[in-house]
């Protein structure tokens, strides 16, 4: 996992907190730890609290590349939800030491077979790829600031990846297309043969060349935070695919179900404190709910 | 089948048609015949073409409660659509002979197991209930205007039926909850003991006492014109159940498909063009491709 990890002041209708564990690469890495060890690429400062690296160790999680820059403060990133929480507003963003983070993928992380390119500069994402040469399964996600800032960059890094994870409205500001199906379409074109679509409420759809998946939401009554649902929702899916080591339609369709049953825990606590003691089993209820809230 | 048969004159992204063949009582008796004999109530004028009449009769509706007022003209609705098809923009109404609709429930028609109140003014729902005691299963769907106009109305509607069908943003309102679990709870208390929420691109979801089923939207790259989508989903639903004749949960959740299979036909041309020629094999097609869609 490479991405970002930091400290947030989060603020939604079921209260507030700040300085807690946040960050797309924190997320993505508790939640595929469920499944699988995880290697972590990431930056953070002294400030980090050593708590926040006894959880993740205990995780499953290895964390030989997450470096810990003595001189500098870890990212910070402070914002809110309204009622309808359709929209993360951003009140501030420091980014301290990650504004000069260079991903160094440490030498023996470098043969992994499964890559998860969090939302980072596609520039960086692509210096990862020119480190890390033999993955055999690489899924990249991005932001409406990339796609605005450097899509000739996000391009060349879709042309490299096997999956491209993306919201649907961020598919759309890319694509320059309101219809899902025709904007897939032309992303899929750049490269990856794989398109998994974050719908928020409306669930998540995985296209590839020949075929459609289209789950359904978990609903939930109470939303506390929905900070790291798409995150979290990623890594179980790649988690679940490495589980597996089998890179094929079933595996993908069931780890799309695994990552959004992380998910759907995710967003009822604030940042990552659902994910502290979320249990296996829970995952595994969630899993056959899903079966029942889509059979028919 | 109790409801509106119109003349719609529709602009699309598509192009544009003119008084062709509508009306909510139409799509869901076009959509219910598939499966089963239809009773259709409504009124049109003296200027509902003879054309229209056959191809109804043709489909398994009965005409009996179809008034054709010899002094009147047929209720007409023009409207167009922008690129997201979001929302249905009325350029005018002429309610004509709708204006003083009372239905009137042909003798014969008053044993009827299955009743399906399109969306009339409540009121209107309220004397159709009188007259339609014995139904084993009633179905009434509504919209924005009367949610405004007759809340109270709606709600004794609501305390006779058996389900209760209605898109997803007029759910928001009516419950004034922006939570859609929340939303249907509220709803569920006013006495349905199923509430089915239309949800566009996002599918269709219902709920019971103790069971969701949320199935997800089949998807188009084009769409022509999604008017009667609600329509011919609702009609594809009770058409299913009656034809089944058991009302269980497992027959509810394969009426959904079906009803979602008829509607996803239904928006690839205009008006009811699409329902005229559409053969019942395509629909069976189309259910095994939900299962394709949707499973893992």
């Given at each position: 996992m490479v991405g970002s990890v930091a400290l947030d002041s989060i603020a939604t209708p079921s209260g507030k907190r700040e300085n807690i564990l946040g960050g797309s690469a924190t997320y993505l890495s508790l939640a595929a730890g469920y499944f699988s060890p995880v290697n972590l690429v990431s930056v953070v400062g002294s400030d980090f609290p050593g708590s926040h690296l006894e959880l993740l160790k205990e995780?499953?999680?290895?964390?030989?590349g997450l470096i810990i820059k003595e001189k500098g403060k870890t990212f910070r990133w402070q914002g809110y939800y309204e009622d309808d929480f359709n929209e993360a507003h951003t009140v501030s963003t420091e980014l301290n030491v990650f504004e000069n983070f260079k991903p160094e993928i440490p030498q023996e992380y470098r043969d992994c077979d499964y890559l998860f390119l969090a939302n980072i500069d596609p520039d960086l994402q692509r210096e990862v790829l020119h480190q890390v040469k033999k993955a055999k399964f690489i899924v990249c996600d991005t932001m409406n600031y990339w796609i605005t800032q450097k899509p000739e960059s996000l391009k060349k890094v879709l042309a490299e990846v096997d999956a491209f994870m993306i919201n649907e409205s961020e598919l759309r500001q890319f694509s320059g297309e309101s219809n899902l199906l025709k904007a897939v379409k032309k992303v899929m074109g750049l490269g990856s043969d794989i398109v998994v679509v974050k719908r928020g409420d409306s669930g998540a759809a995985m296209f590839t060349g020949n075929s459609i998946f289209s789950l359904s939401a978990y609903p939930?009554?109470?939303?506390?935070?929905?900070?790291?649902a798409g995150d979290s929702f990623g890594g179980g899916f790649i988690g679940y695919v490495c589980r597996q080591d089998r890179i094929e339609e079933k595996v993908l369709r069931k780890a799309m179900v695994y990552g959004s049953a992380i998910a759907s825990f995710n967003v009822?606590?604030?940042?990552t404190e659902r994910l502290k003691d979320l249990k296996f089993e829970e995952i595994e209820k969630r899993y056959q709910e899903f079966k029942e809230l889509t059979g028919f």
């Open positions: 995780r499953n999680i290895d964390l030989k939930l009554e109470i939303i506390v935070d929905p900070t790291g009822g606590g604030f940042g």
